[in-house]
């Protein structure tokens, strides 16, 4: 809201939140820079001693990048923020 209200400049923040923030809050005020300036390596926190599931998630993740379903998902959750009306 610093931003927003003329106090700052700029912010950078995580791309969810960003996206969310400027259709919620400040598209009028904002400009809002998709490309990422820094990338960082995330990944899923799992029961250690279970190597069948880890190369299951790994096929897993390779598919739906393949198939498509990634790039529907990224859309879905990050770059449309629609979804948020359906919050309560």
Known sequence: ???VNGHADA???DLPFCSLFLASTGA???IHLN???VSEPLGFAIRKGNPE???WLNRFLVQIKRDGRYETIYDR???RV???DELR
Request: cysteine-free; overall charge negative; glycine content about 0%.
């Open 1 to 3: 809201m610093t931003v």
């Open 11 to 13: 912010f950078v923040y």
């Open 28 to 30: 009028e005020k904002l």
């Open 35 to 37: 490309d990422p300036i």
């Open 53 to 55: 599931f880890v190369a």
């Open 77 to 79: 959750w990050i770059n």
């Open 82 to 84: 629609d979804w948020k």
